[in-house]
């Protein structure tokens, strides 16, 4: 079977608010697996279209962007892989999740290096493509609407000071109150991650990452400062039971593109630290 058989408990109405509508992509060569994302994307709201392999998928996009685009790493005609860049250079902004099967993980992992947002391992549970999908196109709106808020704040703020005939140039209005929820927000040091909205905050400085990036940061924190073994890493941030060793190949990534994030330089990490042998901790 292509989807577990995982019973689904699904609120339709509630899922239909969140989708807002928007445009799915997939283009993968197994039709079982295009039926049933597509059903499940569809009862939720999303619109979806399907491509049964690279070629048509290119077609599709041709016409324009999706908000989201599955895509799968092997097809019988072109690879996931070597349509990506074309994709990546069409449409930057796009977010494209990889779907592989576990045997394909490292160029799953590559992808993931040259653009791709996150990857998927087949067999797929419904629930956790849609925690994926709603997670990546709400981080894809955040930055955009934190913007429109901002630039709202900061004209309101403008227009008072001229009122009061006082300098705009900085205000502490313009941070927003620490929140206070314990349920809601988990906090370290300077580290400020709120659960609801997924995002995350480093000195009151919004730090934009990948749902699984997020994810990641969330069990580094809950552990913190103790270090968190590598398969305890990706069970806790992915729901994977690994072996020890590809546990470690996969965080080992999500590791590195967190230090992008977190670090001034990654090359020399002082926030998220490596412990030989064992995992990573994090220090702040």
């Given at each position: 079977?292509?989807?577990?058989?995982?019973?689904?408990?699904?609120?339709?109405?509630?899922?239909?608010?969140?989708?807002?509508?928007?445009?799915?992509?997939?283009?993968?060569?197994?039709?079982?697996?295009?039926?049933?994302?597509?059903?499940?994307?569809?009862?939720?709201?999303?619109?979806?279209?399907?491509?049964?392999?690279?070629?048509?998928?290119?077609?599709?996009?041709?016409?324009?962007?999706?908000?989201?685009?599955?895509?799968?790493?092997?097809?019988?005609?072109?690879?996931?892989?070597?349509?990506?860049?074309?994709?990546?250079?069409?449409?930057?902004?796009?977010?494209?999740?990889?779907?592989?099967?576990?045997?394909?993980?490292?160029t799953?992992?590559?992808?993931?290096?040259?653009?791709?947002?996150?990857?998927?391992?087949?067999?797929?549970?419904?629930?956790q493509?849609?925690?994926?999908?709603?997670?990546?196109?709400?981080?894809?709106?955040?930055?955009?609407?934190?913007?429109?808020?901002?630039?709202?704040?900061?004209?309101?703020?403008?227009?008072?000071?001229?009122?009061?005939?006082?300098?705009?140039?900085?205000?502490?209005?313009?941070?927003?109150?620490?929140?206070?929820?314990?349920?809601?927000?988990?906090?370290?040091?300077?580290?400020?991650?709120?659960?609801?909205?997924?995002?995350?905050?480093?000195?009151?400085?919004?730090?934009s990452?990948?749902?699984?990036?997020?994810?990641?940061?969330?069990?580094?924190?809950?552990?913190?400062?103790?270090?968190?073994?590598?398969?305890?890493?990706?069970r806790?941030?992915?729901g994977?039971?690994?072996?020890?060793?590809?546990?470690r190949?996969?965080?080992?990534?999500?590791?590195?593109?967190?230090?992008?994030?977190?670090?001034?330089?990654?090359?020399?990490p002082?926030?998220?630290?490596?412990?030989?042998?064992?995992?990573?901790?994090?220090?702040?």
């Amino acid at each position: 079977m292509i989807l577990t058989t995982k019973a689904v408990i699904i609120d339709v109405e509630e899922e239909n608010m969140m989708s807002n509508g928007n445009t799915i992509l997939i283009i993968d060569d197994e039709i079982n697996l295009r039926r049933s994302l597509s059903l499940i994307l569809q009862r939720t709201g999303y619109k979806v279209t399907c491509a049964g392999n690279a070629q048509e998928g290119l077609q599709f996009l041709d016409s324009g962007p999706y908000d989201l685009t599955f895509l799968d790493i092997k097809m019988p005609d072109r690879s996931g892989m070597s349509i990506l860049p074309e994709i990546r250079r069409q449409y930057p902004e796009m977010p494209v999740l990889i779907l592989t099967a576990h045997a394909s993980l490292d160029t799953a992992i590559e992808a993931v290096r040259q653009g791709a947002r996150d990857y998927l391992l087949k067999p797929i549970d419904p629930q956790q493509i849609l925690m994926r999908t709603r997670d990546v196109l709400a981080e894809q709106s955040q930055p955009k609407r934190r913007r429109e808020i901002t630039t709202q704040i900061q004209n309101l703020l403008a227009e008072l000071h001229q009122i009061e005939g006082t300098e705009a140039a900085s205000d502490p209005m313009l941070n927003a109150l620490p929140p206070t929820d314990p349920a809601r927000f988990l906090r370290r040091g300077g580290l400020s991650l709120d659960l609801h909205t997924r995002h995350a905050a480093m000195n009151n400085q919004f730090v934009s990452l990948s749902p699984s990036n997020f994810d990641y940061l969330v069990t580094l924190v809950r552990h913190a400062p103790d270090a968190v073994p590598y398969q305890t890493l990706v069970r806790e941030s992915q729901g994977y039971d690994l072996s020890r060793a590809e546990a470690r190949e996969i965080s080992r990534w999500q590791i590195h593109e967190l230090r992008k994030a977190l670090e001034e330089d990654p090359h020399k990490p002082h926030i998220v630290l490596t412990v030989r042998d064992v995992g990573y901790r994090l220090i702040a």
